[in-house]
C-alpha cells in the first residue's frame, strides 16, 4: 500500500505584498482604506468559494522567489512593483491592489 500525499490546491488568487506592517490596514495613526477594500474584497470572494492567498515578505519570502514572473518584476523594478497580483498563474496587476470588480472580471476569464 501506497501513502499518497495530497497535492496543494492552487489558490485561485494570489496577492505578493510590499513590506508592511500589518496586512490590515488598520494599524498606525492613519486608517489605510486600500488595505481595508482590500480585505473586503477577499472576504468576499473567499465567502463566494474562492482561494485568496497573500503573501507578505516579511514573513514568506520564498514565496517571492518560487513564482519566476514575480521575482523577475522584482528584480527589475525592485520593490515599487509591489503589490503584485497572480491569478491562474499569470499576472494580472502590479504597482497597486486589484479592486473585487476586477478580480470577478479576470475570475470569470480564467472560467
Known sequence: ??????????????????????????????????LVDLSEAIFTLEAEGRTVVRHMMTADPQAFM???????????????????TVLGGRIIKTDAYPTLDELRIELARNA
Open 1 to 34: 500500500m501506497t501513502d499518497k500525499v495530497p497535492a496543494l490546491a492552487t489558490p485561485d488568487v494570489e496577492i505578493f505584498d510590499p513590506p508592511l506592517c500589518c496586512p490590515t490596514g488598520l494599524c498606525g495613526p492613519v486608517l489605510d482604506t486600500t
Open 66 to 84: 518560487r513564482n519566476r514572473e514575480v521575482y523577475q518584476l522584482i528584480k527589475e523594478r525592485q520593490l515599487e512593483v509591489l503589490p503584485i
